[in-house]
């Protein structure tokens, strides 16, 4: 038996880049030992069932639609990663989001962003069309905007995203948690984190009731699984989630538990990495006269609120050139930067978000919530800043820019 198989649940914690890589083996509570061998990486527990001593089936284990060794390490984990009490691992960020929009019913209102990311808007608008559930969208920079739609009787659900995707507006979720206790005390605010990862922002320690991240990003960061992960404080909460995943069989495989579980252990390097180049290059596009919106920059107009809430400002940043032809040529001209959808992964990415990520939000929606169909979203990677610099350099100039690095 290891020291460290058996230390108690309330020790002292230490610093987060420690915590990620200090993972618990497969003895989720700290009175059963699973591992016979002490294995320092989880085993994949790739069974479907678990054999049981006896005809009552008492064992921990019995099923992995219900629970599963590697996704317990993997959730245990996370939790603690998150602050959370408990958290539950799926398999993608929108069946997270699946499975918290459970928790309102048919003729319940939820308040939302209008700068979410393309696939919550779809499944929202999914909700209002097929079961009866509104959502106002809504400038969540603004508290008073929230506060105008709430309604103590019908709000079930406050649903946030800060900073947004691509437009990088910061939603002040500590004020906002305030005001929706005091003022809609039934509703449940809930915050997708992804675009922070929890090392740099915490929720559920700024006001939320859940978070959820789509693991597929950050956490994993190598764009080689899908996953989700909530996690909640409230044990009520808790059991209402866990049903409704095993209800569903939504539980994220042994496999892919296993993938996530090693990911995160190098969340602390990456991220780091990935924010010292991404100030690198906002530096350079801000330099050579571009708007760009990253809550990095001390000229962003919510830099100091970014900061309250969180421990730095991510990895993730847009900007804008007036024009659609010229963003196409830097998009299509650059040769590190791929275009792809989605951010999180150690390799740098470019994409227009109006053409990508966010086309299934209708164009003359777009154009209300003044999404420029000429915004660039880049996700910086952890590959040499001067590299993507460069490589950026040569597409504007490409695109008719004179640049200077
Ligand atoms: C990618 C993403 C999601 C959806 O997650 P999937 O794992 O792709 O299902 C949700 N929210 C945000 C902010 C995302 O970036």
Redesign the pocket.
Known sequence: MSSEQNFPKERKLYRPATELVYVKSVNIDEDTIEDPYNASSVPIYQTATFKQTSSSGAGKFDYTRSGNPTRSACEAHLAKIMAAKDAFVVT??????DVILRLVKAGDEIVAGNDL?G??NRLLAYLQDHMDIKTHNVDTTSVDAVIEKLCPNKTKMVLL?TPT?PKIKIADIKSISEAVRKLAPNAIIVV?N??MSPYLQKTLSLGAHIEYH????YLSGHHDL???VIGVNSSELASKIYHVINATGVGLSPFDSWLLLRGVKTLAVRIEKQQDNAIKVAQFLHNNGLTVHYPGLPSFPQYSLHKSLSSGPGAVLSFETGDVGTSERIVESTKIWAISV??GCVNSLISMPCRMSHASIPAEVRKQRDLKEDLIRLCVGIEDPIDLIEDLASALTFAGYSVKI
């Open positions: 993608s960020g929108m069946t997270a989001l990311y696939g919550t995203e995707n997708d992804t675009m789509s693991g597929t990003k899908m996953a989700g989605s951010f």
